[in-house]
Each structure stands twice: as C-alpha cells, then as structure tokens.
C-alpha cells in the first residue's frame, strides 16, 4: 500500500467517526455559517459540525449585520 492509500483510507476512518458523531448530537446549537458561494448560508451546529438547514430572511439580516 502507498503513501496515497494510507491517506485514503484515514480519511475514510475519520468521516465515518464523523458520521457516528453527528448521528449522535442532539444539536442543541446552532449558528449560521456561509458554506460555499453555490449552497450559500446555512445553520450549522456549534458541536458536531452538520449543516442543518436554512435560515430565514430575517435571521440572515440580523446575521449579516454583526
């Protein structure tokens, strides 16, 4: 196995602990993050990291202005 391999497959162990971690949050907060300029702002738990949903209008504004 190469050094590429070896790297492949740590990736693959820490996305599946990933995985097992926000499977197990309970999401108690959340923030609004910008992801990418294509899925734009979204809420994203402050512990484990998923992307929950979409924030509204509103929430956006009062976000943007900080």
Request: proline share 2%.
């Amino acid at each position: 196995m190469g050094k590429a391999d070896n790297i492949l497959n740590k990736i693959s162990e820490y996305q599946r602990e990933l995985k097992k971690i926000q499977d197990t949050c309970v999401h108690h907060k959340k923030d609004i993050r910008f992801i990418d300029y294509r899925r734009g702002v979204r809420f994203v738990c402050q512990n484990c990291k998923l992307v929950l949903g979409w924030p509204s209008k509103d929430e956006i504004d009062k976000w943007s202005s900080k």
